[in-house]
């Protein structure tokens, strides 16, 4: 069974920062699409970022210049680096994991999932 382990999240004010983790599978994180969503409260789950096999990486509008997703294959651990929160990025984020190395368009395609980390920007 593939598990998939977030951490990092919490309340922060805007303005301020905040990097999630998520500890992945050697053999997925590898090479795999990796992609961080989010569910805003009262709110469908939505897409953040996601990474290609070869790092190339694509983010939401709104959040493109202030998120950083980044892996590192050596620890095995996806990032999101937020910083510049804004209220509106409240919300339950979570790792998922492609079973391609292609990123696809639609989050039905991701296969693994994390059970999700809270994060809060409120002053």
């Known amino acids: 069974q593939v598990r998939l382990v977030e951490s990092g999240g919490g309340t922060v004010q805007p303005g301020g920062s905040l990097r999630l983790s998520c500890v992945v599978p050697a053999n997925i994180i590898r090479s795999n699409c990796m992609a961080w969503y989010r569910q805003p409260p009262g709110k469908g789950r939505e897409y953040v970022a996601s990474i290609g096999t070869y790092d190339s990486s694509t983010y939401r509008a709104s959040v493109k210049g202030r998120f950083t997703i980044s892996r590192d294959r050596a620890e095995n651990i996806l990032y999101l680096q937020m910083s510049y929160l804004e209220p509106d990025d409240t919300a339950m984020y979570f790792c998922?994991?492609?079973?391609?190395?292609?990123?696809?368009?639609?989050?039905?395609?991701?296969?693994?999932w994390g059970q999700g980390i809270q994060v809060t920007v409120s002053s």
């Open positions: 998922a994991a492609a079973k391609t190395d292609y990123c696809p368009s639609s989050q039905s395609a991701y296969l693994y």
